[in-house]
């Protein structure tokens, strides 16, 4: 949590809407990278979750190389995990007053 | 610790809630400071106006506008030259300030005949620049001066000229922070998709809220370069106005500075599907990951890795030769609000640097979530500080060097402490491989400087 939370600007864009898309657009990206998966990158919405998705697995790789280890189910948990806490700390429990203002 | 109420507050209450000191454990869902308010009466806020933020943060940098602010001579001299953004045309941008000059009788008489005769006099007397920006001020907005009909009328007179005008003055908000939102907002819908820009590349960028201070543009752009990417336009250092125009035909919105242009990335996203892309321009580590994301967006990850390679073997042992020498200092970031998230780590990484205090004049609090997710424990975070509050601040954390703007840095001068412009910096550019190790070296030549003690002494008692 606390890579992601120092390494990654997409997760504190300014609306809930926006940080809801990004964390699980790249997130479930890192799961599918993670297990060796292949993305489908069809939008441009995809190649940029890839592009944030990428650099964040290179990190955990580099950082956290247990992680890479463990069955994929239990991987799978872990980004699942992953994608509910850093919902809670941005958008569901966060104290930031503007994130549900219509319009930017 | 939940929110301080620091010793010099205490007639001023409120202003625990602005303050806050991180422990181990705590995150942003349980303290977050209050931001992007009104300052309280009796604070003495160093916050700029909302004219300020729409004219000398973002539309003064445009190196081929005339910039008109519709009011007292002041509001334009004081928003001139006071931030360093070369351009490539030989800084036009910086070499004249613009004003209708409003007097009392103006403001009793209305000024809209003198602005519309303000703007034909700039434009005869620079008759190769086409393009205008035009702000109103306090007064012409209180007096309800219509400067868009002016502008739509001197159109009609002369169609070679295009003029954008920003209605922003300083009071509309409750600091500069506001003036970047108009003029995002008003630029995104009056101007772009105006021009078509020539494509020549088949990778195509914004690069988004990067002002070009002492070259940072140079050097982002000459990576661009490096890669093939065409940069339609950059909003706004060394940008032409109809570059801005030509925005809706990017591929992707790189984005350095959030707080100040992140508006129009989000309203280009909406409007026209371009994705945005979040990125530090600032320090090794963080540098190198926004120019592997770009990469990966556009699949020319060789491209990227060859030109980090290049960079990293020309610059990084200078970097270490600094690091070497820095580790374990003292620092306080007191800037606007972005720069405090995009250097506390990148100077604690690459340079083995403490932040110990961070003062944010226009964060709102999306800034703070990310400075506190990037910050020490026991750093002290303050919104809209006071300078009260830095002087106590100060005592408590004991910093070895300030970076901050001149008007804090005048404070910070007079008590001895080496202070460097994190604004306009002191020698950059700070941004890129290169801009990293300028920084470091500004850093490394305050803290050894002799001048802060001497300037202490007495001299007939040293004599």
Redesign the interface.
């Known amino acids: 949590m606390e890579m992601i939370q120092q390494r990654c600007l997409w997760q504190f864009v300014s609306r809930a809407h926006d940080r809801e898309e990004n964390i699980d657009g790249v997130l479930t990206l890192v799961g599918i990278l993670l297990t060796g998966g292949s993305p489908k990158l069809e939008t441009p919405m995809d190649r940029l979750h890839y592009a944030n998705a990428n650099n964040l697995v290179s990190e955990i790789k580099t950082d956290l190389p247990w992680l890479g280890h463990l069955p994929k189910d239990d991987l799978f948990a872990v980004v699942t995990g992953a994608i509910k806490r850093i919902h809670e700390i941005t958008v569901k429990k966060s104290k930031n007053g503007e994130l549900f203002i219509p319009g930017y | 610790m939940p929110m301080k109420l620091l010793d010099c507050d205490t007639v001023i209450p409120e202003r625990e809630q602005h303050v806050y000191i991180k422990e181990a454990g705590e995150?942003?869902?349980q303290?977050?400071p209050v931001s992007?308010a009104a300052t309280i009466p009796g604070t003495l806020s160093e916050r700029g106006c909302a004219f300020c933020g729409a004219k000398l943060v973002i539309g003064g940098v445009l190196k081929d506008t005339i910039q008109m602010i519709h009011g007292p001579f002041g509001c334009s001299y004081d928003t001139w030259h006071t931030k360093r953004y070369p351009s490539d045309n030989g800084n036009f941008q910086l070499k004249y300030a613009w004003s209708t000059n409003v007097k009392e009788k103006n403001v009793v008489f209305g000024a809209e005949k003198l602005l519309k005769q303000s703007i034909l006099e700039a434009f005869d007397a620079m008759p190769t620049i086409k393009r205008m920006f035009i702000y109103t001020t306090c007064s012409t907005a209180l007096i309800g001066d219509d400067p868009k009909a002016v502008a739509k009328a001197v159109i009609a007179e002369r169609p070679d000229v295009d003029i954008f005008v920003v209605e922003c003055p300083g009071f509309a908000g409750v600091s500069q922070s506001k003036g970047h939102h108009v003029l995002n907002?008003g630029w995104i819908h009056e101007k772009v998709g105006q021009v078509e820009p020539k494509i020549t590349s088949p990778y195509t960028i914004n690069f988004i809220g990067d002002y070009n201070i002492q070259g940072d543009t140079d050097v982002l752009q000459r990576y661009w370069h490096k890669l093939g990417i065409q940069v339609l336009a950059h909003f706004t250092g060394n940008a032409t106005y109809d570059e801005c125009r030509g925005m809706h035909r990017a591929?992707?919105n790189v984005v350095n500075c959030?707080r100040s242009a992140?508006?129009i990335a989000?309203?280009l996203h909406?409007k026209y599907?371009?994705?945005?892309?979040?990125?530090?321009s600032w320090g090794f580590s963080y540098m190198a990951?926004g120019l592997?994301?770009?990469?990966?967006?556009f699949g020319i990850q060789d491209k990227v890795e060859e030109l980090i390679e290049e960079e990293e073997d020309k610059w990084k042992p200078k970097l270490d030769w600094y690091k070497e020498r820095l580790k374990g200092k003292k620092m306080a970031i007191w800037t606007g609000g972005p720069r405090l998230w995009h250097w506390t780590?990148a100077v604690e990484d690459d340079l083995g640097v403490q932040v110990v205090a961070m003062a944010s004049k226009f964060g709102?609090?999306?800034d703070f979530?990310?400075v506190i997710?990037?910050g020490r424990e026991g750093t002290v975070y303050i919104d809209d500080g006071n300078e009260l509050e830095f002087f106590e601040v100060i005592d408590m954390v004991k910093p070895d060097v300030i970076f901050t703007g001149p008007r804090v840095g005048e404070l910070v001068k007079k008590l001895h402490i080496p202070y460097v412009n994190g604004h306009a910096y002191h020698n950059g550019p700070y941004m890129g491989f290169e801009g990293f190790v300028n920084l470091a070296r500004d850093f490394y030549n305050a803290v050894n400087s002799p001048l802060w003690a001497l300037a202490g002494q007495n001299i007939q008692e040293v004599q």
Not at chain 2, 275 to 280: C, H, Q, T
Not at chain 2, 292 to 297: A, E, N, T, Y
């Open positions: 995150d942003t869902t303290f977050l992007n907002m591929q992707l959030a992140g508006y989000n309203e909406k599907g371009i994705p945005r892309l979040d990125i530090d990951t592997r994301k770009v990469g990966d967006f780590r709102h609090q999306e979530e990310k997710a990037r």
